[in-house]
């Protein structure tokens, strides 16, 4: 069983930055895609950004420029960098794991952009 345990949310002013942080229990990290998504309210979960097990990165048309997500095999942590963060960011975010077509989720944490 994998957990996955992500923090780094808060409450941000417009053009701000925040990192969030997916640690993952466990020794499968190092194999598995990793993603990042969101669940704005009232609104469907949706992908913003992942990251294949070799490294290589995509991200939704909204985030690129402004996002970039990282991996450190090395401590079993996904890493999701907002730059210039807009309103329309605000949002729970949440990590997924994938390996061998089984998904794994956190909690979510919450990110707020506001003045």
């Known amino acids: 069983q994998v957990q996955l345990v992500e923090s780094g949310g808060g409450l941000v002013q417009p053009g701000g930055s925040l990192r969030l942080s997916c640690v993952a229990s466990?020794?499968?990290?190092?194999?598995?895609?990793m993603g990042w998504y969101r669940q704005a309210p009232g609104k469907q979960r949706e992908l913003v950004a992942s990251?294949?097990?070799?490294?290589?990165?995509d991200y939704v048309e909204a985030v690129k420029g402004r996002f970039t997500i990282s991996r450190d095999n090395g401590k079993n942590t996904v890493y999701l960098q907002m730059n210039s963060l807009k309103p329309e960011d605000t949002a729970v975010y949440y990590c997924?794991?994938?390996?061998?077509?089984?998904?794994?989720w956190g909690q979510g944490t919450q990110v707020t952009v506001s003045s």
């Open positions: 466990g020794s499968l990290f190092g194999i598995s895609a």
């Open positions: 990251i294949t097990a070799g490294g290589t990165a």
């Open positions: 997924k794991l994938s390996l061998w077509r089984i998904n794994y």
